[in-house]
């Protein structure tokens, strides 16, 4: 059971395993986590029910409908411990159970194995019950660490999407300066080569030297600026 991370396939592995080995007719898997849906319970006495069930099985473990009985009837009236049986029999008795398994995880009941009768009729012998027992602790172990798993695999979804969240922003903001920089540089650039362009045909018309030199620093200016801004924008 240990192996199993995934808390569907858990509980279909453990009514598996009951079904095979006691032949009983139904399984019911309650988690600690799963709301009533049991249209015979109201939800205000179906949480009474679990705080009773946790009282009664911290040390005793496995709960036979028959044995409740037997205990109902050898227990005082009107006392606290009677009051807890009566309302864990008249749950059970509704969900037709003759036998409820509390499963156990860091010594807390994280949920409850619902078990309906055998196909045979017969009882459930004390074999049956050790063997639950065995089967509650590996349940526990399994279902804390499928719950651990959902936890880390819901933690790696939402950082995968925080993920792709910053990286899409990072995107708009490096498009966005991309844009920015392209405008720049054409805002800058084109003066400059209206700049270039003009000096080219002032030159081809220019004869005295030393007007020419004065050009080519005209020239050697523009070009120093082109490759400043260029510079500055990459």
Known sequence: LSSTLD???????????????????????????SRNTFKE???????????????????????????LRHQIQNTSPNTKERKAYEIIESTLQKLETAVLV?????????????????????????KDIELLNILSHQAGVAIENARLYEEIKGYSKTLEQKVKARTRELRRLYDAQSRFTADISHQL?????IVRGNVGLIRSEVKDAKHRELLDTTDKTV??????????LT
């Not at 650039?189 to 080569?193: E, S």
């Not at 120093?224 to 801004?229: A, K, P």
Request: aromatic share 6%.
């Open 7 to 33: 808390l569907e396939k858990l509980t279909i592995s453990v009514d598996g395993i009951i079904r095979r080995t006691l032949k009983v007719d139904k399984t019911l898997f309650i988690l600690q986590t």
């Open 41 to 67: 319970i109201s939800s205000e006495d179906f949480h009474l029910f679990m705080s009773k069930v946790v009282e009664k099985t911290k040390d005793e473990g496995v709960i036979v409908f028959q044995e």
């Open 102 to 126: 509390p499963i156990f995880s860091k010594e807390k009941v994280t949920a409850l194995l619902l078990l309906k009768k055998k196909l045979s009729g017969d009882a459930f012998a004390q």
């Open 189 to 193: 650039q084109t003066p400059l080569a």
């Open 223 to 232: 070009d120093g600026l082109s490759h400043m801004v260029n510079d500055l």
